[in-house]
């Protein structure tokens, strides 16, 4: 998803587990990533400030939380392709795991089973439909993550 959003364009919601949330959160006021990665800390507090906000145990198991592992669909090429969601100091995208500072990774954040997110790559625009959690702590009683 773009950060700032045309008339056309609608505006994703956004479900955020409150740990995850306080996490994130002193992750973009964090001076690490903020020089950095000054666009995409913005990008993402700004996916932050328009977060629905909810307790660990009652998150639905079809929203994409941190450390979720996801199946997406690119809609333009009909390829699957796999990604866990982490925080940027895990990230390996031989491994699969993809940073929530990416693009693709702020647009996967809060999103659910089903729906159909754009985003910018450096590529271009890609058009993606999450089509299975493989994977999401919450679901699986890790809260500890």
Sequence with gaps: M???ASAKEKVKDVTIT??????????????????????????LKEELGRGRIVA???????????RSQ?????MKLDETETY???YPEEADINEDKLSVLAPLGRALLGCHVGQVI???????KRKLK?????YQPEAAGDFHL
């Excluded at 996801?70 to 690119?74: I, L, Q, T, Y």
């Excluded at 754009?118 to 271009?124: Q, S």
């Excluded at 999450?130 to 493989?134: H, S, Y």
């Design 2 to 4: 773009v950060s700032k």
């Design 18 to 43: 409150d740990a995850d949330f306080d996490r994130l959160r002193h992750l973009v006021d964090s001076p690490r990533y903020r020089g950095v990665q000054s666009a995409a800390t913005a990008d």
């Design 56 to 66: 660990p145990n009652s998150v639905p198991k079809a929203v994409v939380t941190m």
């Design 70 to 74: 996801v199946k997406v669909r690119d």
């Design 84 to 86: 866990t969601l982490v």
């Design 118 to 124: 754009e985003f910018n790559a450096p590529g271009g």
């Design 130 to 134: 999450i089509e299975k959690i493989l």
